[in-house]
């Protein structure tokens, strides 16, 4: 071995050994973690029907979505034909409503009241049929109700089911939402404790294909982290809240 070989040899090993004597311990101690601070799940809401049915409102308003309260059912058509027409206003004309069958809506006789005004309601039957999937896909508005919702987050729960189809909240790039005050709890904790008190959770999932929970608009970042709305659903969700209580 040349001296030049060993000299090179002898200055890396020198420098291997600076760096190990300095180098950090492999593990830390917990005194010397610094632990970010990091927000709890909101997992709590208090008040009466209407200090959720506010919470609510402001909640999803946070997320870009909107809400109105009506306070009684019978006014819940009305409001329909209100917003179908500031949508309208908008460019939005909507003749006809991809939506969940009007049994499955929390509203009797909702279909013939938006008739009276030159609005039918679409209930696709199968999805698999092109001219079904064709029309479906054309829809600039759908109509659904909600399983349930959480004031604390502003989110409704949609399930899917023979007349309940997801197409209806998922296609169309404005959604509206009817939801009675019954359906709206304080969390998604409550929900469950109601429906394990009332053994009603396996229930929910042998009857429904689908279960979502929706908090808003459908939004993405992934492009240049570009906010954009309306990316893989509706740009705009609305809902109108009203006591369906007797």
């Known amino acids: ?3 030049r070989t060993t000299e090179a040899r002898a200055e890396i090993l020198d420098r291997l050994s600076r760096v190990l004597d300095k180098a950090s311990p492999l593990f830390r101690g917990t005194s010397d973690l610094r632990m970010p601070e990091i927000p709890m799940t909101v997992t709590r809401s208090e008040g009466d029907s209407r200090d959720l049915a506010r919470l609510f409102a402001s909640k999803l ?3 870009g979505g909107s ?13 329909i034909l209100e917003r179908m027409r500031t949508w309208k206003a908008d460019g939005v004309d909507a003749g006809e409503i991809l939506s969940w069958a009007p049994r ?12 009276r005004v030159g609005i039918s309601l679409f209930v696709p039957d199968d999805l698999q049929d092109e001219p079904v999937r064709m029309r479906a896909a054309s829809a600039v508005v759908g109509l659904t109700s909600a399983a ?7 989110s409704v729960v949609l399930t899917s089911a023979p007349g309940k189809s997801r197409a209806a909240s998922l296609l169309p790039l ?18 469950l404790k109601e429906l ?7 229930d929910l999932w042998r009857s429904n294909a689908q279960i979502v929970f929706v908090t808003g608009p459908s939004k993405s970042a992934d ?5 954009t709305l309306g990316v893989h659903g509706p740009r705009v969700v609305h809902t109108i809240l009203f006591d369906d209580n007797p």
């Open 61 to 63: 308003a946070a997320t």
């Open 223 to 227: 492009i240049e982290l570009s906010l």
């Open 148 to 154: 349930a919702a959480f004031a604390s987050t502003g």
């Open 174 to 191: 404005h959604h509206l939402v009817l939801l009675p005050t019954s359906r709206l709890y304080p969390t998604f904790e409550a929900w």
């Open 104 to 115: 499955e809506l929390p509203i009797p006789g909702i279909e013939d009241d938006l008739e």
């Open 67 to 79: 809400c109105e309260i009506a306070r009684q059912q019978a006014e819940v058509s009305e409001r």
């Open 1 to 3: 071995m040349s001296n």
């Open 196 to 202: 394990r008190r009332g053994n009603r959770l396996g």
